[in-house]
């Protein structure tokens, strides 16, 4: 006990040490470092907030000692405010809180403004928080649906005490999407590209993530699973963007098994290449990194898991296992479908696991659990997805493609709400303010304001989940081609041919794909009544003028502020991605560093 009282006491020392040797003699009260116990996770340093234009440690400790948790604050070397021993590892050890004098702080001279003060959690409490994306995942290939091939027990399960989001919106495909949950914004006002890991794209590194977010209200934040918001410089990995632990790739698809894009090997833990992890398939890898988070995040602290399956995308790869007897599919057998089934099936096997896990540590009763795709599935090529009974696929603007199955359940889904389905307008991005809201937190996006960024343009959708109450949301952008304006939408242009309509069973024998030659609609575009036809069969363009005119108009005043990130300014010191490569033993990471 003596030895470590010792080692606890010097290594205070080295702290305030250092804490005066990266800002030189305080202008204003001292640190006192308290001692305190507790069950953490531990490991390397991790940044929790970039606070520049402190003059001393207390100013720093002072913004930074709202976050809850097994901490020890210290500056660095680049004046930021910094924990080390904090919720970077798995283990228990024994930590120490940085806290002020009663003196207030030096201010600061930072033109943005702090983030406000958490409030008291509407529900009481801070719940628990899953979000579950699914990748290329079809509209009707789950069983809740009324697929019967489809074998999705778990959430067939969890959809009968829950709550069907039966308009829930997307972006057309992969990382927009991913963009705007994490973002809080409509894709048009953040991303709407599908880039390479290396290029500056995803979620631009001057926004405050929704992990951000829950970070500061005292959550821990895992990752687990795709990425694809952002790559090209170290600010864009996860553990930079809000999240305390992070296993996945930063591409948008890969290798199952091998976890390879074209040569080289994407798959990220934290701050450094997964050396040794791949070879096995991936859904093994994130399921058990979730897992292995929800067992030991530390006793009353809330917990936000964000994970982003890499089933049901290509390549069409699944463990025998989870494979159906040929006889199911029959008289309509078609590999391609019984494979896809296989991946679905996977997926809903191992929600089943995060669940039971989350039951067995007491969490299940406090925690909200969204489902949603990415997009819709994709229906031509070597795709096995199916939209039925809608229109499209991925790469389109028509419901099939962005009106996408999703759900809501967990035990603080109130018992009123259980086994209903909703039809209220929701976006993926309005989760950001939604999650805010049950964390007690401001959804603010301040640093982006001082950036001159877009602002957030979420809406709180917990009106909807415990009262089937409208959020407010009657418009949706879906893309620079189309737009709702509740019951209508408008769609532009061809949509890459991608128009069709499937029926129960696709892919199959006698419609193995879907052809690339649909008329789609004209560069004026196409009026339905989504309410009435959500199939959207019938143009109602012709005879109703003035709601073309409303549309069209709609969707150019929001596109008139359209942003694209696509830089990421202050990450200038930058690499090739094969000269990266090279240094880290083969595997692809992010190639620009602070200059």
Known sequence: A??????????????????????????????????????????????????SGLTDPAGCCARCQN??????????????????????????????????????PAPSPSPVPPPAP????????????????????????????????????????????????????????????????????????????????????GVDIRMTTLADKLQLAGYFTGHSGKWHAGGSCTKNIPVNRGFNKSIGYL?????????????????????????????????????????????????????????AWQECHTPNQVPDDYLQSNKTFEPNYFELRQVYEGMAFFLDSHIGTIVD????????????????????GREDGGFGGNNYPLRGMKFTDFEGGTRVAAWASGGVIPASMRGTSVSHLIHICDWYATFSYLAGVDPVDHSAAAAGLPPTDAVNTWPILSQNKSSGRTTIVLSANAVIVWPHKLVTGKQGGKGWWTGPVHPNASQPSIKDNNPGCSEAGCVFDIEADPAEHVDLSASLPAVQA?????????????????????????????????????????????G
């Not at 030189?24 to 470092?33: E, I, L, S």
């Not at 989350?358 to 925690?367: E, H, Q, R, V």
């Open 2 to 51: 003596r030895l470590a009282h010792s080692i606890m006491r010097g290594l205070q020392a080295i702290v305030v040490a250092v804490a005066a040797a990266a800002w030189g003699p305080a202008k204003a009260t001292a640190v006192t470092c308290q001692s305190t116990s507790s069950s953490c996770f531990t490991g390397s340093q991790y940044k929790l907030q970039s606070i």
């Open 357 to 376: 896990t989350l039951k067995a540590k007491n969490l299940f009763d406090n925690t909200l659990i969204i489902f949603s795709s990415d997009n819709g």
């Open 67 to 104: 976050y809850t948790g097994c901490t020890l604050w210290q500056i660095s070397p680049s004046k930021e405010c910094v924990l080390r021993n904090g919720y970077s590892g798995f283990g228990d050890q024994t930590c120490v809180r940085s806290v002020t004098a009663p003196a207030p």
């Open 251 to 307: 591409s948008g698809a890969e290798d199952h098994y091998s976890q390879k894009v074209g040569n080289a090997i994407d798959l990220w833990e934290d701050d450094g290449p997964a050396y040794g992890q791949n070879g096995t398939y991936g859904g093994f890898i994130y399921t058990n990194h979730t897992v292995a988070m929800i067992n030991n995040v530390p006793a009353n602290t809330p917990l936000f898991i964000y994970h």
């Open 118 to 201: 958490p409030t008291t959690p509407p529900l009481g409490t801070k719940p628990n928080i899953i979000f579950l994306l699914a990748d290329d995942y079809g509209h009707y290939n789950m069983g809740w649906r009324g697929n019967k091939e489809a074998r999705t027990p778990n959430m067939d399960a969890l959809v009968a005490e829950g709550v069907v989001l039966d308009r829930h919106y997307v972006y057309q495909y992969c990382s927009p999407t991913r963009s705007s949950f994490l973002s809080g914004r409509l894709p048009i006002h953040v991303n709407t590209q599908n880039t390479a890991a290396d290029t500056p794209s």
């Open 550 to 594: 409303n549309l069209t108009a709609t969707l150019a005043a929001v596109m008139s502020t359209a942003y694209q990130t696509k830089s990421t300014p202050g990450y200038t010191k930058c690499i090739s991605a094969s000269a990266f490569e090279m240094e880290h033993q083969g595997f692809l990471g992010p190639v620009c560093s602070e």
